[in-house]
């Protein structure tokens, strides 16, 4: 494994070839932030991947730059990073009624039902949204 300075050492190198990238994800995120502030709310799907795309870039030029151990680690971590969609209801006894307060296990949130479907529900985490598949009798 690489030392610590040399870790670093690299990302700088990266940091600086590539420093017009950098200014364009800054934009990026000012501009998804400022579409936050407007009333904007993607899917927690679509959030992620908007969020994860500057970590996966750096992974991408890490690997390109020579650099294969911060390539690793930068797309080990984005790949972490994103949770499932989709929530799946584990137990067959349970019936979602709207406004109800539940747990979603793979997001670690508390969130609130307020949309039933044929076959599942809309939960309200925060600001995000997620989709789960529930048997509703």
Known sequence: ????????????AIANDWRWLAMAWHVWVAVL???LVGGW?????TAWRLLIAPLISVAVLAWR????????TLAANAQETVPNEVETVVENTWTP???ETVWLAKLNAEGTVTELEQNSATIQVGTLRVRANVPLT
């Not at 494994?1 to 700088?12: D, H, K, N, R, V």
């Open 41 to 45: 709310r993607p899917s927690v799907r």
């Open 65 to 72: 730059s020579g650099n294969p151990f911060n390539g690793a």
């Open 1 to 12: 494994m690489p030392s610590p300075e040399t870790i670093l050492a690299g990302l700088a």
């Open 97 to 99: 009624k709207l406004g």
């Open 33 to 35: 932030l400022g579409l």
